[in-house]
C-alpha cells in the first residue's frame, strides 16, 4: 500500500535503509493538520506491525520528492469534524484489524 508522499528530506536516508534491511517497525503515526488559526489536527492513521516496502524517489516541479509503501497488519483511522469555534466534535474512528481479520 503507497501510504505516503513527501519531498526528500533528513529521513529518506532512514527510510531506504529501513526498506532494504526489511526492517519491522512497531508504530506508525500520520496526522493532517487545518491550515492557518489554532493549529486543529482533523484527521490521524495509526499503523503497527509496519515494513516499508518500497521507496521511489522522483522529481517534481523541481523538487526531489519520494513516495513510501508501507505494509502493516493494523490499521486505525480517526476523523475529528471542526465545530463553527474551530475546536473539536467528537471523532470518528475506524479500526482494520488485518492480522485477525477484523474491522471495528
Do not use: W
Request: charge should be positive; include cysteine.
Amino acid at each position: 500500500m503507497r501510504i505516503s508522499q513527501q519531498e526528500t528530506d533528513y529521513a529518506s536516508p532512514t527510510l531506504a535503509a529501513f526498506c532494504f534491511q526489511g526492517k519491522h517497525i512497531s508504530e506508525v503515526k500520520l496526522s493532517m493538520r487545518k491550515a492557518g488559526g489554532l493549529p486543529f489536527t482533523f484527521y490521524r492513521i495509526t499503523i503497527s506491525d509496519v515494513v516499508i516496502t518500497k521507496v521511489l524517489p522522483s522529481a517534481d516541479g523541481g523538487y526531489a520528492i519520494e513516495a513510501i509503501g508501507l505494509s502493516f497488519s493494523r490499521m486505525k483511522q480517526e476523523y475529528v469534524p471542526q465545530n463553527r469555534h474551530g475546536g473539536g466534535m467528537g471523532a470518528v474512528t475506524g479500526l482494520i484489524d488485518i492480522r485477525n481479520n477484523e474491522i471495528a
